[in-house]
Nanobody, 121 residues
Framework: QVQLVESGGDLVQAGGSLKLSCVASGSIISINAMGWYRQAPGKQRELVAAVTSGGGTNYADSVKGRFTISRDNAKHTVDLQMNSLKPEDTAVYYC???????????????WGQGTQVVVSS
C-alpha cells in the first residue's frame, strides 16, 4: 500500500513564502514523475509544477519565477517552495506521483489528501 502525505499548508500574507512537502511511503519500487496540483473553490484541479525522476521540471505559467519544485529520490519526497505568494494562489494543494508498487501492475498515479494554502491580501 502506498501513501502520499503533504504538509506545510498555512495562512500567509501576500508577498510571503511557504514550503510544501510531500513524502511517499509504502511498498514502493520506483517513482517516475512527481508533482503538485492545486484546486481553488469552484475551479478545476490544475498542475502547478512537476519534476521527473531525472530532475526535469515543468511549471504552470502563473507560478514561473515564483515557485520551485524539488525532489529527493532516495527519501521519496517532493517539495514546493512558494515565494511572492498572491491571493490567487489560495487553494488546496495536492501531491501526485507515478509509482510502481509491489503487487501492483505498472506505474499508477497516487494522490495525497491535500494541504490548504490561504494567501491574504
Amino acid at each position: 500500500q502506498v501513501q502520499l502525505v503533504e504538509s506545510g499548508g498555512d495562512l500567509v500574507q501576500a508577498g510571503g513564502s511557504l514550503k510544501l512537502s510531500c513524502v511517499a511511503s509504502g511498498s514502493i519500487i520506483s517513482i517516475n514523475a512527481m508533482g503538485w496540483y492545486r484546486q481553488a473553490p469552484g475551479k478545476q484541479r490544475e498542475l502547478v509544477a512537476a519534476v521527473t525522476s531525472g530532475g526535469g521540471t515543468n511549471y504552470a505559467d502563473s507560478v514561473k519565477g515564483r515557485f520551485t519544485i524539488s525532489r529527493d529520490n532516495a527519501k521519496h519526497t517532493v517539495d514546493l517552495q512558494m515565494n511572492s505568494l498572491k491571493p490567487e494562489d489560495t487553494a488546496v494543494y495536492y501531491c501526485n506521483a507515478g509509482i510502481l508498487a509491489m503487487a501492483v501492475a505498472g506505474f499508477r498515479p497516487y494522490w495525497g489528501q491535500g494541504t490548504q494554502v490561504v494567501v491574504s491580501s
